[in-house]
């Protein structure tokens, strides 16, 4: 039977230690969390609710565009690469947080008002730009506010490294948008590709993963079998100098090839290639993947994971010793 | 075009187009269907078009298909495999007297079995949608659906679990770790199935061959899954990996299929490929398949019908393959087909009960996105209500953090609740080897020993003891 705990002794604190909780040591799953009775112990369910609150903010906290404005002019300034326009604010046309979560269709076109805007902008459409940035909140603004700075900066040294000359457009700033909405930014500014870095749906343990998305010869109504994606961008994750050179050697190779999707494979490094990945992705359509039906995944992807979570293969499993 | 159909309210007609339109009218609000544009228009045209509905004889969901019976193999599935004898119980019903039929005590579990190759989808989607949720709650907890291969799933007062393992890199201690927690925990004895992280032939090998040979370790009445594609799976049992159970994801069109990457034909071969390697010991259902609402629409291949019909013509693709294991996974899919708990928890509770009404051995990932308006407490909300349901078997995630798939599901600790506090034990096998491995004292009861299990402590003691302290950050 159940062994009586002694509740007059002073150490006695109602939890049941789970000593296996050091297998943590292979993995970032809650394990060994305890238990008072056979439920949560306190402290691991606030730890919990305050990983939720924190995701749950992610998504909902408007994005700081004044201040991400700020940082871009301020890069500008260090990298000549960067458009010397000051970044242009645009909108989808879903006009709320609530509409953008229940219509990813309007979350991924430009408003009437931005498309005017845009259409303005662009004067000279004899020479088009190589390359379009356009910033999109999706559903992280702290992936944005922590990571899409960082990240453009790393991305400047890989393009100022390339032999070849990259006339960028103006950094575009989307609310409520959703990855395709890139197209009617690159068409409209007549960009060859473009690169849209978004907020990625939050897991409880990323609340600020950033996901980046290229498309060659960007126009409205391509589908996602168009699209290139690097997924997982964080310190935490893919780190902004290995993201920035995976984001390189994709756009060198789509302007060589004038391509982008399926067709077009990342070989810059040992990777990981891996449809479920799409699941922490913003765009993820067909999303009762739980499963991994291929033929749903149509998004080239790849991921970034902490290195320290591979274990040497040889190792014989504990479980199994 | 099949005939429109009218409801006078008052000096008010209503016009319904035809039946597949006035199901999605009748249908209870859910963001899904306004995403497709076929939610009803008013609180009043819902109202209305349930009445509706209620007076629509089961016998025109034999004649009416709602997806032309040319056009997709659902369909013809579906009319092939009727079965008129079981039907004639119930025949000279409309939707509404079906509905009075399920609650009354004519309608006991046997009968309910004796019934439900009678019933068609169309015949459960439609009663299920003029049933509150305690009718959802209480006709199923009528109905008797039991199926095997090492345990024994859907026995009256059980509540199985699934353990998912799953790790973003498919490290092999890592998804080690969190079986043992699971096991220390009593979790695991519907499936231990895995996502892989990479997807493909060779990795779903070895993760097979780690699970089978934790199960042969420990000889747990248990089976295991790879959920990985069902042709991945097929090369794997050509190449002689020890596969147990045959997974994929199944939608109610032939085209949502089609975008899945299967057919028919090809469960019916990946059934019998399972079958022929005779893994099994106490049953021989094979096949694990999961749904979930929202599905048809996000492959573009709804046909204009409401997501609730649609899920549930995937239940006629999951009866003629014998499952083992049928796992809507009701809140993954996000705010644009289930908003919010409220949506979530009624659309759980079709699910299971239209499942179990037609016969499959039903569990439910609880669970939901952080972008949907959803929390802890709506998912201890519809674990309960499940388990009052008779739900066949739940998931178990350590700390309900799912950090492959980013999303939250029901926790080891969550089933335990449930088990407590419904009076459920897990399946009986597995109740008498968490005994056995003195895991638990009074698996009936949920009680957990405090002392290690030996057979348990002895894998641990061979870690290294270095390194313990450092745990891997959750980032």
């Given at each position: 039977?159940?062994?009586?705990?002694?509740?007059?002794?002073?150490?006695?604190?109602?939890?049941?230690?789970?000593?296996?909780?050091?297998?943590?040591?292979?993995?970032?799953?809650?394990?060994?969390?305890?238990?008072?009775?056979?439920?949560?112990?306190?402290?691991?369910?606030?730890?919990?609710?305050?990983?939720?609150?924190?995701a749950?903010?992610?998504?909902?906290?408007?994005?700081?565009?004044?201040?991400?404005?700020?940082?871009?002019?301020?890069?500008?300034?260090?990298?000549?690469?960067?458009?010397?326009?000051?970044?242009?604010?645009?909108?989808?046309?879903?006009?709320?947080?609530?509409?953008?979560?229940?219509?990813?269709?309007?979350?991924?076109?430009?408003?009437?008002?931005?498309?005017?805007?845009?259409?303005?902008?662009?004067?000279?459409?004899?020479?088009?730009?190589?390359?379009?940035?356009?910033?999109?909140?999706?559903l992280?603004?702290?992936?944005?506010?922590?990571?899409?700075?960082?990240?453009?900066?790393?991305?400047?040294?890989?393009?100022?490294?390339?032999?070849?000359?990259?006339?960028?457009?103006?950094?575009?700033?989307?609310?409520?948008?959703?990855?395709?909405?890139?197209?009617?930014?690159?068409?409209?500014?007549?960009?060859?590709?473009?690169?849209?870095?978004?907020?990625e749906r939050p897991g409880l343990s990323s609340p600020?993963s950033?996901?980046?998305?290229?498309?060659?010869?960007?126009?409205?109504?391509?589908?996602?079998?168009?699209?290139?994606?690097?997924s997982n961008?964080?310190?935490?994750?893919?780190?902004?100098?290995?993201?920035?050179?995976?984001?390189?050697?994709?756009?060198?190779?789509?302007?060589?090839?004038?391509?982008?999707?399926?067709?077009?494979?990342?070989?810059?490094?040992?990777?990981?290639?891996?449809?479920d990945d799409m699941a922490a992705s913003?765009?993820k359509?067909?999303?009762?993947?739980?499963?991994?039906?291929?033929?749903?995944?149509?998004?080239?992807?790849?991921?970034?994971?902490?290195?320290?979570?591979?274990?040497?293969?040889?190792?014989?499993?504990?479980?199994?010793? | 075009?099949?005939?429109?159909?009218?409801?006078?309210?008052?000096?008010?007609?209503?016009?319904?187009?035809?039946?597949?339109?006035?199901?999605?009218?009748?249908?209870?609000?859910?963001?899904?269907?306004?995403?497709?544009?076929?939610?009803?228009?008013?609180?009043?045209?819902?109202?209305?078009?349930?009445?509706?509905?209620?007076?629509?004889?089961?016998?025109?969901?034999?004649?009416?298909?709602?997806?032309?019976?040319?056009?997709?193999?659902?369909?013809?599935?579906?009319?092939?495999?009727?079965?008129?004898?079981?039907?004639?119980?119930?025949?000279?019903?409309?939707?509404?007297?079906?509905?009075?039929?399920?609650?009354?005590?004519?309608?006991?579990?046997?009968?309910?079995?004796?019934?439900?190759?009678?019933?068609?989808?169309?015949?459960?989607?439609?009663?299920?949608?003029?049933?509150?949720?305690?009718?959802?709650?209480?006709?199923?907890?009528?109905?008797?659906?039991?199926?095997?291969?090492?345990?024994?799933?859907?026995?009256?007062?059980?509540?199985?679990?699934?353990?998912?393992?799953n790790?973003p890199?498919?490290?092999?201690?890592?998804?080690?770790?969190?079986?043992?927690?699971?096991?220390?925990?009593?979790?695991?004895?519907?499936?231990?199935?895995?996502?892989?992280?990479?997807?493909?032939?060779?990795?779903?090998?070895?993760?097979?061959?780690?699970?089978?040979?934790?199960?042969?370790?420990?000889?747990?009445?248990?089976?295991?899954?790879?959920?990985?594609?069902?042709?991945?799976?097929?090369?794997?049992?050509?190449?002689?990996?020890?596969?147990?159970?045959?997974?994929?994801?199944?939608?109610?069109?032939?085209?949502?299929?089609?975008?899945?990457?299967?057919?028919?034909?090809?469960?019916?071969?990946?059934?019998?490929?399972?079958?022929?390697?005779?893994?099994?010991?106490?049953?021989?259902?094979?096949?694990?398949?999961?749904?979930?609402?929202?599905?048809?629409?996000?492959?573009?291949?709804?046909?204009?019908?409401?997501?609730?019909?649609?899920?549930?013509?995937?239940?006629?693709?999951?009866?003629?393959?014998?499952?083992?294991?049928?796992?809507?996974?009701?809140?993954f899919?996000?705010?644009?087909?289930?908003?919010?708990?409220?949506?979530?928890?009624?659309?759980?509770?079709?699910?299971?009960?239209?499942?179990?009404?037609?016969?499959?051995?039903?569990?439910?990932?609880?669970c939901?996105t952080n972008h949907?308006?959803?929390?802890?407490?709506?998912?201890?909300?519809?674990?309960?209500?499940?388990?009052?349901?008779?739900?066949?078997?739940?998931?178990?995630?350590?700390?309900?953090d799912d950090i492959m798939l980013n999303y939250q599901?029901?926790?080891?600790?969550?089933?335990?609740?449930?088990?407590?506090?419904?009076?459920?034990?897990?399946?009986?096998?597995?109740?008498?080897?968490?005994?056995?491995?003195?895991?638990?004292?009074?698996?009936?009861?949920?009680?957990?020993?405090?002392?290690?299990?030996?057979?348990?402590?002895?894998?641990?003691?061979?870690?290294?003891?270095?390194?313990?302290?450092?745990?891997?950050?959750?980032?």
């Open positions: 039977m159940v062994d009586q705990p002694d509740i007059h002794n002073d150490d006695w604190n109602g939890v049941v230690d789970n000593p296996w909780r050091r297998l943590r040591q292979f993995t970032a799953a809650r394990i060994g969390l305890g238990r008072s009775g056979i439920s949560l112990p306190t402290k691991e369910m606030l730890e919990f609710q305050l990983a939720h609150a924190q749950r903010d992610a998504v909902h906290t408007p994005l700081d565009f004044s201040a991400l404005t700020q940082q871009l002019e301020t890069l500008a300034e260090q990298y000549p690469l960067l458009n010397e326009e000051p970044p242009l604010k645009l909108h989808s046309e879903a006009v709320d947080r609530m509409t953008y979560l229940q219509r990813p269709d309007l979350g991924r076109r430009l408003d009437e008002a931005s498309r005017v805007l845009l259409r303005q902008e662009q004067q000279t459409p004899e020479q088009p730009f190589d390359l379009a940035l356009v910033i999109a909140d999706g992280s603004a702290t992936a944005i506010a922590h990571n899409a700075v960082p990240f453009i900066q790393a991305l400047c040294e890989e393009l100022n490294a390339d032999k070849q000359e990259w006339t960028l457009a103006p950094i575009t700033l989307v609310e409520q948008a959703r990855v395709a909405v890139g197209d009617d930014v690159g068409e409209l500014l007549n960009a060859k590709t473009v690169l849209v870095l978004i907020g600020d950033l996901g980046l998305y290229l498309t060659w010869a960007p126009v409205r109504g391509l589908t996602d079998a168009r699209r290139n994606c690097i961008v964080r310190p935490e994750g893919l780190n902004f100098s290995e993201a920035a050179h995976k984001a390189g050697y994709l756009l060198r190779e789509s302007r060589r090839l004038q391509l982008s999707g399926v067709q077009l494979k990342d070989r810059s490094g040992a990777l990981l290639e891996s449809a913003t765009e359509t067909a999303t009762l993947e739980h499963s991994s039906a291929a033929a749903d995944n149509t998004i080239t992807t790849e991921s970034g994971q902490p290195s320290a979570l591979h274990s040497t293969a040889e190792a014989k499993n504990f479980l199994l010793s | 075009m099949h005939k429109a159909y009218r409801y006078s309210l008052g000096s008010k007609t209503y016009e319904f187009r035809n039946l597949a339109d006035l199901m999605a009218r009748a249908t209870p609000a859910r963001s899904g269907d306004r995403l497709a544009g076929v939610i009803a228009r008013s609180a009043e045209e819902r109202a209305v078009a349930q009445m509706a509905l209620a007076d629509v004889p089961l016998k025109t969901f034999l004649n009416e298909v709602l997806i032309p019976y040319e056009q997709d193999e659902v369909t013809r599935l579906i009319i092939d495999e009727h079965d008129a004898l079981a039907f004639a119980p119930i025949s000279h019903f409309t939707v509404g007297d079906f509905r009075n039929w399920l609650l009354s005590d004519l309608a006991s579990s046997d009968m309910l079995s004796k019934i439900r190759n009678g019933v068609t989808p169309e015949m459960a989607a439609a009663v299920s949608k003029i049933m509150r949720n305690q009718d959802l709650i209480l006709v199923a907890q009528k109905c008797r659906v039991i199926t095997a291969f090492r345990s024994t799933i859907g026995l009256p007062k059980r509540l199985a679990t699934r353990l998912q393992p790790h890199t498919d490290d092999m201690n890592g998804i080690a770790a969190s079986i043992l927690d699971g096991l220390l925990y009593g979790s695991g004895d519907a499936v231990i199935g895995i996502n892989p992280a990479t997807d493909n032939v060779a990795q779903a090998t070895r993760l097979m061959k780690l699970m089978d040979e934790v199960i042969s370790k420990y000889e747990i009445p248990t089976q295991s899954c790879v959920l990985t594609h069902v042709t991945n799976t097929l090369e794997c049992i050509e190449q002689g990996a020890p596969v147990d159970l045959v997974f994929q994801s199944i939608g109610g069109t032939e085209a949502t299929n089609s975008s899945f990457g299967f057919n028919l034909a090809t469960l019916a071969e990946a059934e019998q490929a399972a079958l022929s390697l005779q893994r099994g010991t106490v049953g021989n259902n094979v096949m694990y398949f999961e749904t979930g609402q929202g599905s048809a629409l996000s492959a573009n291949a709804h046909h204009g019908l409401d997501q609730q019909t649609c899920e549930t013509r995937a239940y006629a693709v999951a009866r003629k393959f014998n499952p083992l294991l049928v796992n809507t996974v009701v809140g899919i996000g705010p644009e087909y289930l908003f919010d708990g409220k949506e979530i928890i009624r659309a759980g509770l079709e699910d299971h009960f239209c499942a179990k009404l037609l016969g499959l051995p039903m569990g439910c990932d609880v939901y949907a308006e959803a929390d802890q407490n709506d998912m201890d909300n519809l674990l309960t209500l499940l388990g009052a349901a008779g739900c066949s078997f739940v998931m178990g995630i350590p700390g309900s599901t029901t926790s080891f600790h969550d089933a335990l609740y449930a088990r407590r506090v419904l009076g459920l034990g897990p399946s009986p096998e597995f109740e008498a080897w968490l005994e056995k491995m003195q895991i638990m004292s009074n698996a009936a009861g949920a009680c957990l020993n405090e002392a290690l299990p030996p057979a348990f402590a002895a894998s641990l003691k061979t870690l290294p003891a270095g390194n313990s302290e450092s745990e891997v950050s959750n980032g």
